[in-house]
Nanobody, 121 residues
Framework: QVQLVESGGGLVQAGGSLRLSCAVS????????VGWYRQAPGKQRELVAS???????NYVDSVKGRFTISRDNAKKTVYLQMNSLKPEDTAVYYC???????????????WGQGTQVTVSS
């Protein structure tokens, strides 16, 4: 069974950077599409960035130019580099396996614990 575990969150000042990691167990990583989602208090969960098995990427408009999603197939890990962080980026961030990196609602598996990102002003 494939498992995805998030890490790398923390407290950072506005304008700072963090890099999140999504470690994946299982032998199918190289064929997987993976997305980073976030949920802020009182808000719906949203897809922030996604990456296909071939490395194609998508981003929500609010993070374009600031966040970069990447994957290391040898390490079975997907990263989310977050620069120029803003207080509105504060949320719990989750990674999920996707059926297609362009369809946010077609997911495989279940939600994990996530990793908290807090950006202070």
């Amino acid at each position: 069974q494939v498992q995805l575990v998030e890490s790398g969150g923390g407290l950072v000042q506005a304008g700072g950077s963090l890099r999140l990691s999504c470690a994946v167990s299982g032998s199918t990583f190289s064929t997987m599409a993976v997305g980073w989602y976030r949920q802020a208090p009182g808000k719906q969960r949203e897809l922030v960035a996604s990456i296909s098995s071939g490395g194609s990427t998508n981003y929500v408009d609010s993070v374009k130019g600031r966040f970069t999603i990447s994957r290391d197939n040898a390490k079975k890990t997907v990263y989310l580099q977050m620069n120029s962080l803003k207080p509105e980026d504060t949320a719990v961030y989750y990674c999920r396996q996707m059926l297609s990196h362009t369809i946010p609602t077609l997911l495989i598996g279940s939600w994990g614990q996530g990793t908290q990102v807090t950006v202070s002003s």
